[in-house]
């Protein structure tokens, strides 16, 4: 079994920003790409942010110069510093990750259960 759990949502006034963890935890052999994901009220989920386990990254052009992703592997931990926030980044935000299981169980992707970032003044 494997659990990501994220932290660090709340709210915040436009300009302010905010540091989202993503903690991986289980039968984890290691972890490929990481992401963060967001989704607002009447709107589908979207990619904000990915990274490799070497790096690697991409984001949405609505946050590039904005948001920074990063991952600690030995820490199994992802994270999206999340700077100059306008209310339009309003939603939850979800994190995943493709995870290669322990006892020969295969790989498979697990999402968080989410956190709520509200950006209002």
């Known amino acids: 079994q494997v659990q990501l759990v994220e932290s660090g949502g709340g709210l915040v006034q436009p300009g302010g920003s905010l540091r989202l963890s993503c903690a991986a935890s289980g039968s984890i052999v290691s972890i490929n790409a990481m992401g963060w994901y967001r989704q607002a009220p009447g709107k589908q989920r979207e990619l904000v942010a990915a990274?490799?386990?070497?790096?690697?990254?991409n984001y949405a052009d609505s946050v590039k110069g904005r948001f920074t992703i990063s991952r600690d592997n030995a820490k199994n931990t992802m994270y999206l510093q999340m700077n100059s926030l306008k209310p339009e980044d309003t939603a939850v935000y979800y994190c995943?990750?493709?995870?290669?299981?322990?006892?020969?169980?295969?790989?498979?992707?697990?999402w968080g259960q989410g956190t709520q970032v509200t950006v209002s003044s």
């Open positions: 995943n990750a493709d995870v290669v299981r322990s006892f020969n169980s295969g790989r498979a992707r697990y």
């Open positions: 990274i490799t386990s070497g790096g690697s990254t």
